[in-house]
């Protein structure tokens, strides 16, 4: 079967210091150790923040021949990269995060031209102005991008904001796919033990920003050419689904601005399908079809699926052409993407 990944991340092996250009303590950069190997041999280097250890990586993150090696070794045709959202810099003034944006952006696609045409990118934006954005996204997608990647959120500012809504008319109108990712997590002191911020706190803020969407009329005001996928399965989305809709249908103030019941919107966004398990696929089926979901996998990273694809390949209720569709022909349609070699 062909299998295209819509959800992976990278880092470049390096990059100008953020903090010499602009000052403060909390950029990111990569802390390299020549000695420092993961169990397949492969480079590692420890994600700093400041002077904080983040997050250890490995070279697939940077290096396109490790990450096509690994593809080839679980059946991966064609990946998607997009950078990791602590690369936002959404918190930062407009035009830092606008240097950011282009420096990753074109980061990710030297990665990509030593792909042998099996990797593309999707760019990121600064969130925090509408304008700004339209025009990176506008710039990204011109110089080879398939898609923008945002987050769910800007400061205390969720997807029904004006400003995000503006730019997703801007991508509807330009045809440019759009894929929310969830950062900056919810609750942050009482999920920071036992990663709980990305096993709880993500799950969260992607079932938070599909609501604001519908809640805040966001779906009724922005052209319906838009495509946007959601994150991690939706996160509680579709398992809380029935409860939002009995609030909806019962309490005048739980409607929002929306125009119809949650339940109409089910056709207005895609999932992707990175949930670990059988029962909340089946489940994301039978709620979404399979028309609206997306295989991805949140590779390299130890919390993503570690045999990529095997989750939808071994599903018991999907026939043969739904698990294709699933891992590869939604994908190839939503990001208009060529046909594997």
Same mark, same amino acid.
């Given at each position: 079967?062909?299998?295209? @990944?819509i959800?992976?991340?990278?880092f ?7 903090? /010499?250009k602009?000052?403060?303590?909390d950029?990111?950069?990569l802390k390299h150790?020549?000695? @420092? $190997? ?5 480079? $590692?280097?420890?994600l700093? $923040? ?6 250890p990586?490995?070279?697939a ?5 490790v ?25 930062? &003034? ?9 420096l ?5 696609l030297?990665?990509c031209?030593?792909?042998q ?5 999707m760019?990121?934006? &600064?969130?925090?102005?509408?304008d700004?954005?339209?025009k ?7 110089? %080879?991008h ?13 997807m ?5 809504? =503006? ?21 942050a ?6 990663? +709980? ?5 993500m ?10 969407m519908?809640?805040g009329? %966001?779906? @009724?005001?922005?052209?319906? @050419? ?12 579709a ?12 309490? /005048? ?8 019941p949650p ?7 895609y999932?992707d ?8 696929? =089946?489940?994301?089926?039978k709620? +979404? ?18 045999? +990529? %694809? ?17 891992l590869?022909d ?7 993407? &060529?046909?594997?070699?």
């Amino acid at each position: 079967m062909q299998v295209v @990944d819509i959800h992976s991340h990278f880092f470049p092996k390096t990059w100008p210091s953020l903090q /010499d250009k602009f000052g403060g303590d909390d950029w990111p950069w990569l802390k390299h150790s020549d000695n @420092d $190997k993961n169990e397949s041999g492969y480079s $590692k280097a420890m994600l700093m $923040k400041g002077d904080k250890a983040f997050r250890p990586i490995y070279a697939a993150c940077w290096d396109p021949q490790v990450r096509l090696a690994e593809m080839d070794a679980q059946g991966v045709s064609q990946q998607i990269i997009s950078a990791t959202p602590i690369l936002f810099a959404y918190q930062k &003034p407009v035009e830092q995060a606008l240097y950011c944006a282009q420096l990753f952006n074109d980061a990710a696609l030297e990665i990509c031209q030593q792909g042998q045409g099996r990797l593309f990118a999707m760019a990121q934006v &600064p969130l925090q102005c509408a304008d700004t954005a339209c025009k990176e996204a506008s710039r990204a997608m011109a110089s %080879g991008h398939v898609g923008i990647q945002i987050g769910n959120h800007v400061g205390n500012k969720n997807m029904d904001d004006e400003a995000v809504l =503006t730019f997703l008319q801007h991508c509807a109108a330009e045809h440019i796919p759009v894929f929310v990712h969830p950062w900056d997590m919810m609750a942050a002191e009482r999920t920071k033990d036992y990663m +709980m911020g990305w096993t709880v706190g993500m799950p969260a803020e992607t079932q938070l920003s599909i609501v604001s969407m519908i809640l805040g009329g %966001g779906f @009724d005001r922005v052209s319906r @050419d838009l495509k946007i996928c959601f994150a991690h399965g939706g996160g509680a989305f579709a398992f809380l689904l029935g409860r939002l809709e009995n609030a909806w249908l019962h309490r /005048d103030i739980a409607r929002g601005k929306s125009a119809h019941p949650p339940s109409y919107y089910l056709d207005r966004f895609y999932l992707d399908t990175a949930v670990f398990d059988h029962d909340a696929l =089946t489940l994301l089926v039978k709620k +979404m079809t399979t028309d609206k979901l997306l295989f991805g996998t949140d590779y390299p990273f130890p919390l993503g699926e570690q045999q +990529m %694809g095997q989750l939808i390949k071994t599903a018991p209720d999907l026939s043969k052409q739904q698990k294709q569709q699933l891992l590869a022909d939604n994908a190839r349609q939503f990001f208009s993407l &060529p046909q594997a070699n």
